[in-house]
Protein backbone atom coordinates (compact mmCIF):
# COMPACT_ATOMS: atom_id res chain seq x y z
CA UNK A 1 0.00 0.00 0.00
CA UNK A 2 1.28 3.39 -1.42
CA UNK A 3 0.24 5.86 1.40
CA UNK A 4 2.32 9.50 1.44
CA UNK A 5 4.00 9.41 5.17
CA UNK A 6 3.16 13.24 4.99
CA UNK A 7 -0.14 12.47 4.82
CA UNK A 8 -0.17 10.24 7.58
CA UNK A 9 1.36 12.78 9.59
CA UNK A 10 -0.81 15.97 8.70
CA UNK A 11 -3.86 14.03 9.51
CA UNK A 12 -2.94 12.47 12.57
CA UNK A 13 -3.77 8.88 11.30
CA UNK A 14 -1.10 6.89 12.92
CA UNK A 15 -2.64 8.12 16.43
CA UNK A 16 -5.67 7.96 15.81
CA UNK A 17 -5.52 4.41 14.38
CA UNK A 18 -3.46 3.76 17.88
CA UNK A 19 -6.28 5.05 19.98
CA UNK A 20 -8.50 2.36 18.09
CA UNK A 21 -6.13 -0.33 18.83
CA UNK A 22 -6.29 0.15 22.21
CA UNK A 23 -9.46 0.56 22.74
CA UNK A 24 -10.05 -2.54 21.14
CA UNK A 25 -7.45 -4.49 23.17
CA UNK A 26 -9.87 -3.54 26.26
CA UNK A 27 -12.77 -5.53 24.66
CA UNK A 28 -12.36 -7.02 21.28
CA UNK A 29 -14.99 -6.43 18.54
CA UNK A 30 -17.26 -9.56 18.68
CA UNK A 31 -14.06 -11.09 20.69
CA UNK A 32 -12.48 -11.71 16.87
CA UNK A 33 -8.81 -13.33 17.22
CA UNK A 34 -7.54 -10.82 14.43
CA UNK A 35 -6.26 -7.61 15.88
CA UNK A 36 -7.78 -4.50 14.10
CA UNK A 37 -4.63 -3.37 12.56
CA UNK A 38 -4.80 -7.05 10.90
CA UNK A 39 -8.79 -6.03 9.67
CA UNK A 40 -7.42 -2.40 8.21
CA UNK A 41 -5.14 -3.88 6.64
CA UNK A 42 -6.80 -7.09 4.94
CA UNK A 43 -10.24 -4.42 4.42
CA UNK A 44 -7.70 -2.01 2.25
CA UNK A 45 -6.16 -4.65 -0.19
CA UNK A 46 -10.21 -4.45 -1.47
CA UNK A 47 -9.63 -0.76 -1.78
CA UNK A 48 -8.25 0.54 -5.32
CA UNK A 49 -5.17 2.80 -4.69
CA UNK A 50 -6.93 6.20 -5.75
CA UNK A 51 -9.62 5.29 -2.38
CA UNK A 52 -6.35 4.09 -0.39
CA UNK A 53 -5.71 7.69 1.67
CA UNK A 54 -9.72 8.40 2.04
CA UNK A 55 -10.80 4.64 3.45
CA UNK A 56 -7.99 4.67 6.08
CA UNK A 57 -8.99 8.22 7.16
CA UNK A 58 -12.38 6.84 7.28
CA UNK A 59 -11.22 3.80 9.81
CA UNK A 60 -8.80 6.52 11.93
CA UNK A 61 -11.91 8.37 12.41
CA UNK A 62 -14.66 6.06 13.75
CA UNK A 63 -15.59 5.88 17.18
CA UNK A 64 -14.90 2.84 18.80
CA UNK A 65 -16.68 2.19 22.18
CA UNK A 66 -15.82 -0.55 24.52
CA UNK A 67 -17.30 -2.81 26.85
CA UNK A 68 -15.88 -1.06 29.77
CA UNK A 69 -17.34 2.34 28.90
CA UNK A 70 -20.72 1.40 28.07
CA UNK A 71 -20.62 -1.39 31.30
CA UNK A 72 -20.13 2.20 33.01
CA UNK A 73 -23.31 4.09 31.72
CA UNK A 74 -25.41 1.29 32.83
CA UNK A 75 -23.80 2.58 36.61
CA UNK A 76 -24.28 6.47 35.58
CA UNK A 77 -27.80 5.85 33.88
CA UNK A 78 -29.20 4.02 37.24
CA UNK A 79 -28.21 6.28 39.13
CA UNK A 80 -29.77 8.87 36.72
CA UNK A 81 -32.89 7.13 36.79
CA UNK A 82 -33.41 6.78 40.79
CA UNK A 83 -32.55 10.28 41.19
CA UNK A 84 -35.17 11.73 38.51
CA UNK A 85 -38.24 9.18 39.21
CA UNK A 86 -39.35 10.95 42.21
CA UNK A 87 -39.71 7.60 43.90
CA UNK A 88 -37.88 7.55 47.20
CA UNK A 89 -34.89 5.17 47.47
CA UNK A 90 -35.99 3.40 43.91
CA UNK A 91 -35.52 -0.44 43.73
CA UNK A 92 -35.41 -2.89 41.27
CA UNK A 93 -38.37 -3.95 42.26
CA UNK A 94 -39.86 -0.51 41.52
CA UNK A 95 -39.56 -1.25 38.09
CA UNK A 96 -40.70 -2.70 34.81
CA UNK A 97 -37.31 -3.35 32.72
CA UNK A 98 -37.88 -3.90 29.18
CA UNK A 99 -35.07 -4.15 26.43
CA UNK A 100 -35.81 -2.52 22.95
CA UNK A 101 -34.77 -5.64 21.20
CA UNK A 102 -34.00 -8.43 23.75
CA UNK A 103 -30.61 -8.74 23.25
CA UNK A 104 -29.65 -9.64 27.14
CA UNK A 105 -29.49 -5.78 27.97
CA UNK A 106 -31.65 -6.48 31.12
CA UNK A 107 -28.87 -8.75 32.38
CA UNK A 108 -26.21 -6.55 31.67
CA UNK A 109 -27.98 -3.89 33.58
CA UNK A 110 -28.44 -5.89 36.39
CA UNK A 111 -24.86 -7.41 36.83
CA UNK A 112 -23.63 -3.66 36.25
CA UNK A 113 -25.54 -2.18 39.08
CA UNK A 114 -24.91 -5.31 41.50
CA UNK A 115 -28.74 -5.04 41.63
CA UNK A 116 -30.33 -8.56 43.52
CA UNK A 117 -32.91 -10.15 41.92
CA UNK A 118 -31.87 -10.46 38.41
CA UNK A 119 -33.32 -14.32 37.80
CA UNK A 120 -36.08 -13.56 40.58
CA UNK A 121 -36.81 -10.52 37.51
CA UNK A 122 -35.90 -12.65 35.12
CA UNK A 123 -39.57 -12.22 34.28
CA UNK A 124 -41.22 -14.17 30.44
CA UNK A 125 -41.83 -10.13 29.70
CA UNK A 126 -38.74 -8.71 28.32
CA UNK A 127 -40.07 -6.29 25.65
CA UNK A 128 -43.01 -4.40 24.47
CA UNK A 129 -43.45 -7.50 21.85
CA UNK A 130 -43.85 -9.82 25.30
CA UNK A 131 -46.13 -7.93 26.86
CA UNK A 132 -48.04 -7.81 23.56
CA UNK A 133 -48.06 -11.28 22.92
CA UNK A 134 -49.48 -11.76 26.51
CA UNK A 135 -52.20 -9.29 26.48
CA UNK A 136 -53.09 -10.93 23.02
CA UNK A 137 -53.81 -14.37 24.21
CA UNK A 138 -57.39 -14.16 24.67
CA UNK A 139 -57.77 -17.94 26.33
CA UNK A 140 -59.75 -16.97 29.78
CA UNK A 141 -57.43 -20.44 31.21
CA UNK A 142 -54.27 -18.67 30.96
CA UNK A 143 -55.86 -15.31 32.28
CA UNK A 144 -56.99 -17.68 35.40
CA UNK A 145 -53.53 -18.83 36.22
CA UNK A 146 -50.90 -17.83 38.96
CA UNK A 147 -49.46 -15.17 36.10
CA UNK A 148 -52.38 -13.24 36.00
CA UNK A 149 -51.41 -11.84 39.51
CA UNK A 150 -47.79 -11.76 38.35
CA UNK A 151 -48.33 -10.13 35.27
CA UNK A 152 -50.83 -7.34 37.01
CA UNK A 153 -48.50 -6.25 39.34
CA UNK A 154 -45.75 -6.21 36.98
CA UNK A 155 -47.35 -3.62 35.15
CA UNK A 156 -48.39 -2.14 37.97
CA UNK A 157 -44.91 -0.71 38.54
CA UNK A 158 -44.25 2.97 38.91
CA UNK A 159 -41.50 3.17 36.70
CA UNK A 160 -41.11 1.63 33.24
CA UNK A 161 -37.71 1.28 32.27
CA UNK A 162 -36.87 1.18 28.14
CA UNK A 163 -33.23 -0.02 27.80
CA UNK A 164 -31.32 1.20 24.65
CA UNK A 165 -27.98 -0.08 23.70
CA UNK A 166 -27.31 2.16 20.94
CA UNK A 167 -29.65 4.60 18.66
CA UNK A 168 -28.69 6.50 15.56
CA UNK A 169 -32.24 7.73 14.43
CA UNK A 170 -34.01 7.55 17.31
CA UNK A 171 -37.04 5.94 15.34
CA UNK A 172 -37.24 2.45 16.52
CA UNK A 173 -36.91 3.88 20.52
CA UNK A 174 -39.46 6.34 19.61
CA UNK A 175 -41.92 3.99 18.23
CA UNK A 176 -41.49 1.49 21.44
CA UNK A 177 -42.07 4.44 23.72
CA UNK A 178 -45.40 5.07 21.71
CA UNK A 179 -46.43 1.83 22.52
CA UNK A 180 -45.41 1.59 26.08
CA UNK A 181 -48.04 4.81 26.26
CA UNK A 182 -50.99 3.09 24.69
CA UNK A 183 -50.55 0.06 26.49
CA UNK A 184 -50.74 1.78 29.78
CA UNK A 185 -53.72 3.83 28.59
CA UNK A 186 -55.13 0.43 27.69
CA UNK A 187 -55.26 -0.75 30.77
CA UNK A 188 -55.47 1.72 32.88
CA UNK A 189 -57.37 4.33 31.39
CA UNK A 190 -57.83 7.68 33.76
CA UNK A 191 -54.84 6.77 35.72
CA UNK A 192 -51.90 9.03 35.44
CA UNK A 193 -49.46 6.94 33.34
CA UNK A 194 -45.96 5.61 34.91
CA UNK A 195 -42.90 7.22 34.81
CA UNK A 196 -41.65 5.45 31.15
CA UNK A 197 -37.93 6.63 30.49
CA UNK A 198 -35.93 5.52 27.64
CA UNK A 199 -32.04 4.60 29.05
CA UNK A 200 -29.87 4.98 26.24
CA UNK A 201 -26.07 3.83 26.38
CA UNK A 202 -25.14 5.60 22.95
CA UNK A 203 -27.68 8.19 21.52
CA UNK A 204 -26.78 10.74 18.50
CA UNK A 205 -27.90 14.44 18.45
CA UNK A 206 -30.07 13.31 15.86
CA UNK A 207 -32.01 10.61 17.89
CA UNK A 208 -32.08 12.88 20.85
CA UNK A 209 -33.67 15.34 19.40
CA UNK A 210 -36.20 13.30 17.51
CA UNK A 211 -37.05 12.09 21.01
CA UNK A 212 -36.98 15.18 22.69
CA UNK A 213 -39.60 16.82 19.58
CA UNK A 214 -42.10 13.83 20.88
CA UNK A 215 -41.65 14.48 24.63
CA UNK A 216 -40.45 11.56 25.18
CA UNK A 217 -38.58 11.01 28.87
CA UNK A 218 -34.97 9.60 27.84
CA UNK A 219 -31.86 9.69 29.64
CA UNK A 220 -28.74 9.13 27.46
CA UNK A 221 -24.81 8.55 28.69
CA UNK A 222 -22.95 9.30 25.52
CA UNK A 223 -24.04 11.39 22.87
CA UNK A 224 -22.70 11.23 19.61
CA UNK A 225 -22.49 14.84 18.11
CA UNK A 226 -23.39 14.95 13.85
CA UNK A 227 -19.84 15.67 13.57
CA UNK A 228 -19.11 12.32 13.16
CA UNK A 229 -22.38 11.74 10.53
CA UNK A 230 -20.50 11.97 7.24
CA UNK A 231 -23.32 12.32 4.83
CA UNK A 232 -24.63 15.37 7.13
CA UNK A 233 -23.70 19.03 6.46
CA UNK A 234 -22.16 19.00 9.99
CA UNK A 235 -19.53 16.77 9.53
CA UNK A 236 -16.35 17.81 10.71
CA UNK A 237 -14.26 14.47 12.02
CA UNK A 238 -11.81 15.27 9.06
CA UNK A 239 -11.23 19.38 8.37
CA UNK A 240 -9.39 18.72 5.43
CA UNK A 241 -12.36 19.26 2.52
CA UNK A 242 -10.22 17.60 0.01
CA UNK A 243 -9.52 14.66 1.97
CA UNK A 244 -13.66 14.51 2.88
CA UNK A 245 -14.45 14.87 -0.73
CA UNK A 246 -12.20 12.12 -1.22
CA UNK A 247 -13.94 9.72 1.22
CA UNK A 248 -17.18 10.74 0.06
CA UNK A 249 -15.67 9.57 -3.59
CA UNK A 250 -14.91 6.16 -1.74
CA UNK A 251 -18.22 5.62 0.16
CA UNK A 252 -20.13 6.28 -3.63
CA UNK A 253 -17.16 3.93 -5.31
CA UNK A 254 -18.11 0.89 -2.68
CA UNK A 255 -21.73 1.09 -3.25
CA UNK A 256 -22.33 1.05 -6.62
CA UNK A 257 -19.75 -1.78 -6.76
CA UNK A 258 -20.31 -3.83 -3.80
CA UNK A 259 -23.80 -2.80 -1.61
CA UNK A 260 -26.38 -2.20 -4.72
CA UNK A 261 -25.37 -5.28 -7.15
CA UNK A 262 -25.39 -7.81 -3.44
CA UNK A 263 -28.49 -9.94 -3.54
CA UNK A 264 -28.24 -9.01 0.59
CA UNK A 265 -31.48 -7.68 2.07
CA UNK A 266 -29.48 -4.54 2.31
CA UNK A 267 -28.53 -4.44 -1.57
CA UNK A 268 -31.93 -5.37 -2.23
CA UNK A 269 -33.14 -2.43 0.29
CA UNK A 270 -30.78 -0.04 -1.67
CA UNK A 271 -32.44 -1.18 -5.48
CA UNK A 272 -35.88 -0.97 -3.99
CA UNK A 273 -35.05 3.02 -3.18
CA UNK A 274 -33.63 3.64 -6.54
CA UNK A 275 -36.78 2.38 -8.04
CA UNK A 276 -38.99 4.12 -5.33
CA UNK A 277 -36.95 7.44 -5.10
CA UNK A 278 -34.64 7.85 -7.78
CA UNK A 279 -30.72 6.78 -8.61
CA UNK A 280 -29.60 9.57 -6.47
CA UNK A 281 -31.21 8.56 -3.16
CA UNK A 282 -30.84 4.54 -3.65
CA UNK A 283 -26.95 5.69 -3.97
CA UNK A 284 -27.30 7.49 -1.07
CA UNK A 285 -28.77 4.85 1.10
CA UNK A 286 -25.82 2.31 -0.34
CA UNK A 287 -22.99 4.89 0.45
CA UNK A 288 -23.85 6.17 4.09
CA UNK A 289 -26.49 3.58 5.51
CA UNK A 290 -30.04 3.68 7.16
CA UNK A 291 -30.77 6.94 7.73
CA UNK A 292 -28.41 8.04 5.36
CA UNK A 293 -26.23 10.08 7.61
CA UNK A 294 -23.17 8.21 7.53
CA UNK A 295 -22.51 7.67 11.03
CA UNK A 296 -18.75 6.49 11.69
CA UNK A 297 -19.10 4.69 14.99
CA UNK A 298 -18.84 0.78 16.09
CA UNK A 299 -19.05 -0.70 19.37
CA UNK A 300 -17.85 -3.52 20.74
CA UNK A 301 -21.02 -5.70 20.25
CA UNK A 302 -21.61 -4.88 16.31
CA UNK A 303 -21.85 -1.50 14.11
CA UNK A 304 -25.01 -0.16 13.62
CA UNK A 305 -26.61 -0.21 10.04
CA UNK A 306 -26.85 3.43 9.87
CA UNK A 307 -23.33 3.04 9.96
CA UNK A 308 -21.12 4.08 6.67
CA UNK A 309 -21.08 0.90 5.10
CA UNK A 310 -17.19 0.83 4.35
CA UNK A 311 -17.27 -0.07 7.60
CA UNK A 312 -19.52 -3.05 7.95
CA UNK A 313 -20.93 -4.20 4.86
CA UNK A 314 -19.59 -7.56 3.65
CA UNK A 315 -19.97 -8.54 -0.39
CA UNK A 316 -20.63 -11.90 -1.08
CA UNK A 317 -17.54 -12.40 -3.33
CA UNK A 318 -15.37 -11.29 -0.20
CA UNK A 319 -13.61 -8.92 -1.97
CA UNK A 320 -13.87 -6.67 0.38
CA UNK A 321 -13.45 -7.35 4.22
CA UNK A 322 -15.10 -4.98 6.52
CA UNK A 323 -13.07 -3.67 9.81
CA UNK A 324 -16.34 -3.88 11.71
CA UNK A 325 -18.12 -6.94 9.48
CA UNK A 326 -21.91 -6.66 10.95
CA UNK A 327 -23.84 -9.19 12.08
CA UNK A 328 -27.60 -8.25 11.37
CA UNK A 329 -30.27 -9.19 13.25
CA UNK A 330 -32.46 -9.40 10.81
CA UNK A 331 -33.04 -11.16 7.29
CA UNK A 332 -36.00 -10.26 6.27
CA UNK A 333 -39.08 -7.71 6.77
CA UNK A 334 -40.35 -7.24 10.35
CA UNK A 335 -44.37 -8.32 11.18
CA UNK A 336 -46.50 -6.07 11.95
CA UNK A 337 -49.06 -8.10 14.00
CA UNK A 338 -48.41 -6.59 17.15
CA UNK A 339 -48.23 -2.77 16.45
CA UNK A 340 -52.00 -3.99 14.31
CA UNK A 341 -53.26 -5.57 17.38
CA UNK A 342 -52.37 -3.00 19.64
CA UNK A 343 -53.87 -0.16 17.17
CA UNK A 344 -57.89 -2.08 16.63
CA UNK A 345 -57.73 -2.29 20.10
CA UNK A 346 -57.39 1.32 20.79
CA UNK A 347 -60.21 1.47 18.96
CA UNK A 348 -62.42 -0.92 20.59
CA UNK A 349 -63.14 0.12 23.94
CA UNK A 350 -65.52 -2.73 24.50
CA UNK A 351 -62.41 -5.22 23.88
CA UNK A 352 -60.39 -3.19 26.28
CA UNK A 353 -62.73 -3.68 29.09
CA UNK A 354 -63.05 -7.39 28.55
CA UNK A 355 -59.18 -7.93 28.51
CA UNK A 356 -59.03 -5.99 31.65
CA UNK A 357 -61.69 -7.90 33.25
CA UNK A 358 -59.19 -10.75 32.25
CA UNK A 359 -56.40 -9.47 33.59
CA UNK A 360 -56.96 -7.78 36.57
CA UNK A 361 -60.23 -9.55 38.33
CA UNK A 362 -58.02 -11.47 40.38
CA UNK A 363 -55.84 -9.35 41.36
CA UNK A 364 -55.60 -6.37 43.87
Not at 167 to 177: I, Q, Y
Amino acid sequence: MNVDPEFLENHHIIGRLKLTELLERQSPFRELKDSVERRFSLALEGVPEAHKEAVLTLFATTIYLPRPLLDESWRYLWDVVSEKSGVHRLKSEDVLVLELDRDLLRDEFYRSNSLVGRLQDNLPWRSTHDIIDSLRIANGEWFANPNNQTFAAVLRRPVWMLLVDITLSGTSVLSECKRLRAIHRVLFPGLKAPHIVAVIQVATETAIATLRDEEMQIVTAVVVPKTHALGLPEYRAVADPRIVRAIHDACDWFAQTYVIPSQYRFGRLCRDEIERSGEAQGLRLAAYGFGKAGWTIATYKNTPNNAVPLLWFRPESDEYLPPFERIDSRTRDTWSGRTDWLDALQSNEAEQAALRTLLFKDAS
